[in-house]
DNA sequence: AATGAATGAGAGTTCATTCAT
DNA sequence: TATGAATGAACTCTCATTCAT
């Protein structure tokens, strides 16, 4: 009910100060073990200040994946739209995602969460995601790039693919990034997928 | 320490009753919400008697996490194995996927809780379906079914796309089923990746 | 939602013992000062315990407030049908309210705090009590024994002497009880009220 | 320690802002769920000016009953002084009594909770209101118009029946008022408890 | 005079787990 | 084998109060 804006400068700091801690004990804990507690102590201020600033545990979360996804999406879609053609939009996007993955594996440990917290955070975060891609696709589509096909759908299922290979290359990797091998490999697939030429290769 | 085997009959239909009940329980309220009260409530026995049998929390949730694997894998196995192609294969193999994901939602939802829970379950769930993917694909390289590929990124690829549109379409879908025209849309898809190609179409 | 009902014999004395102690607690702090952590420790069990059989802390005053209500309910009808008229019925009721008042100081403490804890049990707690005071008024009309009057009316009115005398002489006194004088006074008062004359005086 | 006596009249109408909003806030919540924010909000003024002029809750809530005590005092005053007899004196000071009540719940309310909050509080406000009452009796005593009786018992006895009545009629009642024939039913029981006889009634 | 950010103790409550029966 | 009473640590959240601005 309280409205709970900063108002002043100090304020806003302070609750930025949250955001940022909250993104850090969330990604290293989970979202049941990453206390306020916690969340306090690595934004140091003490428990009380929390609740000045957002009204409890969920609703940090949700801003948390509201402007994970933000980000992720602006990176994905500045990358891919400064290709040339849709075969390098499709490498330099899901380079960014990767890219994107690697600095925030707070997005995937996050985002796994919300099933249970905060279903509605979860679905809005996909479709969002896959909304932007299928506009790409559309596009492509008009412009006689690739293969007719449903871009939705194509979307969802890219998607799955960047997901995934993020997971296993980016997350449980060793070198927090997917090895160019790896991603060449992907890349082709997917350009098969949408009926695209892979040309050749330039670095990830 | 102690040894949790069950000794007679009656124990082992008891053991049996709470892994049913953990399935539905952790499905329902996801794995910090299910407390072993509630577990043991829907399972009709008493809260001491759950430690007959499990040493705790975590022990049931990674159990019931292997038993969800073995019996997905062997639900794909079996439909892919049927098929007279690689083509038909895959459809066979992602139509059965997508109906244990319909008859079993527990599955994903228990998967995802099991990033913190249980990194261990949620590593060897993925590492098992994809290698399974994976030697099918090995066996169509050979045959020159499909285009040559890394079987093992293009597993984890097409996991992932699985793993999406079912999410997408049977769990949050209102059907409890993908709609033919998506499946059929995600399956050209999905040969086209392989440098299959799709031919005539029957029901899922 | 769960039953909290003690199932052994054990239980049922570890919930009495809870239920004593928040009599005594709640009338030493007063509802809001009176914590878990305190009724618990002078209940001698832990703070988990306290859950096993009551859903809170309104709940179990609410249960407080009834006991409190039927014992000196019962205590001041006991007294006042032990009288041979009127006129001693009402000077044994009032007796009895003030012995009961000095020996369950908890009582009145507990009763001033319900009307936020629970206006329902502060409601139900006087119109018990001035329903079984007028219901003797009524008799006591029948047979001729008192001046025509409302008996509801006076019986709430009655009930606020004692509650005030009971305050100013029993809670806030010095002996922990009327003196006999005070007490002969008001009897005489009450007695004029309802058109009875005082006999000679015994002791209170 | 402070002096937190206003010093600008506009530090002497915030002052005020915040009494009355005191006695809404605590009428409306009770004292416990009474916090500073609420009582800030509701005199538009911030937190900290809270402590400019009270030292804190204890200290306003005593302020507000020693208020409410002095105004319910002169009201009953005035009206029972302007009777040209003992009976209809008793009569418009039980009547004064009621209205106050109404419009000013919060004597109730307040009162009810000062036993634990500040038993001082509690004790003064009976001991002046009886004091009042008793120096009245006195004065009828003398002039022969009432039994004799010991006024100070008989103050709060007859105390105690206008708390209980008005309670059980303006307070739970639904008119805000005690209605004309409960009126009369308990100033005739007064009038007889006074050895008074009851004279021809006007409205309350 | 007034603000509102910050504090930190303490509240009620939950729950995995142990243990006597 | 099974029960359910008991534990106590941990959690989220509230609030009277202080203090820099």
Do not use: C
């Not at 899901?94 to 969460?113: D, K, S, V, W």
């Amino acid at each position: 009910m309280t409205d709970r804006t900063p108002r002043t400068a100090r304020g806003t700091r302070t609750r930025a100060k949250l955001l940022e801690a909250a993104e850090e004990v969330f990604s290293a804990h989970g979202y049941h073990d990453a206390s306020i507690v916690k969340i306090t102590e690595a934004g140091g201020v003490s428990q009380g200040t929390f609740y000045l600033y957002f009204e409890g545990k969920q609703e940090i979360f949700d801003e948390l994946v509201e402007d994970l996804n933000r980000r992720v999406r602006r990176a994905m879609a500045e990358a891919s739209h400064s290709g040339t053609d849709r075969a390098e939009a499709e490498r330099l996007g899901f380079a960014a995602f990767f890219r994107f993955t690697a600095e925030h594996p707070a997005l995937y440990r996050i985002i796994r969460q919300a099933e249970f917290v905060s279903p509605r955070a979860l679905h809005q975060h996909y479709e969002r995601i896959t909304e932007g891609y299928a506009a790409g696709l559309q596009q492509a589509l008009d412009d006689g790039e690739i293969v007719p096909l449903d871009p939705t759908v194509a979307a969802w299922a890219l998607t799955g693919i960047g997901e995934m290979i993020g997971m296993r290359w980016v997350l449980w990797g060793e070198n927090d990034k997917v090895p160019d091998d790896v991603f060449d490999e992907m890349i082709a697939l997917v350009h098969r997928a949408l009926g695209l030429t892979t040309g050749s290769r330039e670095a990830t």
